[in-house]
């Protein structure tokens, strides 16, 4: 085998255009502990009321949210000569959940005149808020798990099998995006986006207490 391109002097191919690559998925997350980075965002909301916090919570099943990209990279590409068959490229795909885009935003609610009470119901919505968007953030993180790989694939000149090698590569990384956004899909089906969060764990998703605001 003769080494007809080294794809190392190619970091265009090395390492696909961000842009393309990375998917960005939004979602809404229990919560077992991620060691990855993750930046909270609190969204500021003043009621005038309890109640009006109440009422706001009951019309809107999200609340919360959990924003993620998958990172997808080719590593060690390269191409060859295969003799008669034509050329071969191939890399190792790695995929990971950028950290400098997962982000995790989270109620931040106010009225005149909190009680202490309404300050702990409040703590224990949004708290069952967080272990919700954890749950999306833990199932993204399951299925990336154990998926990099070596891909190969076979080209009549180097570009054509470069050029397959990326389309591989796109190929891959849609099928694990649109499976992950299907787990997501049903995850919050089955929780009604966490209103129903203690559902979850029949389903095998990540369970929790259920989300529920009321003003005492
Ligand atoms: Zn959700």
Sequence with gaps: ?????????????FLINAARALVAVALLGTALPSAAPLTVRYDEQRFTTCEEAAQYAREH??????????GARLENGFAAATGASGYRAAARVRFSLEPEFSVLELPQWSW?????????ELAQF??????????????AE??????DAQIGVYGKDAESAKRRLRERFAALLSDLTKEIAEKENL???????????????????PAGPDIVFSCR
Excluded: K, N, W
């Excluded at 085998?1 to 191919?13: K, Q, R, T």
């Excluded at 099943?61 to 998958?70: A, N, P, S």
């Excluded at 949004?126 to 199932?139: I, N, T, W």
């Design 1 to 13: 085998m003769i080494v007809e391109d080294c794809l190392d002097a190619h970091p265009g191919f």
């Design 61 to 70: 099943d999200t609340v919360g949210r959990y924003q993620y990209r998958i």
């Design 112 to 120: 005149p005149g909190q009680s202490a009470a309404q300050r702990s």
């Design 126 to 139: 949004v708290e069952s808020v967080r272990l919700h968007e954890m749950g999306h953030r833990l199932l």
């Design 142 to 147: 399951r299925a990336l798990r154990g998926r």
């Design 187 to 205: 995850y919050d089906r089955v929780t009604d986006h966490g209103i129903h969060q203690s559902e979850a764990e029949a389903y095998g998703f």
